[in-house]
């Protein structure tokens, strides 16, 4: 097994692809904001959704930011 970081780690490009171990390889798709591999297409991290406060409505109708 190798000890070099996995899929899950936030932030880390690994120096290969874990799918075709070509090195150097990943480019940002700007379109869909995935990490892919530009060699076999092996997508390293999809687009984080982005995370703000939601809004719902109180028994009384009245809007909260939950």
Do not use: H, W, Y
């Not at 120096?15 to 090195?23: E, H, M, R, S």
């Not at 999809?46 to 703000?52: L, N, P, R, S, V």
């Not at 406060?53 to 009245?62: E, I, R």
């Amino acid at each position: 097994m190798s000890s070099g970081p996995s899929e899950g780690d936030a932030g880390e490009i690994p120096d290969k692809c874990p799918n075709c171990g070509k090195k150097g390889t990943f480019v940002r798709d700007e379109e869909s904001g995935e990490m892919v591999c530009s060699n076999c297409g092996f997508i390293l991290s999809e687009k984080e959704e982005e995370t703000g406060p939601s809004f719902s409505s109180t028994d009384g109708g009245a809007p909260q930011i939950t």
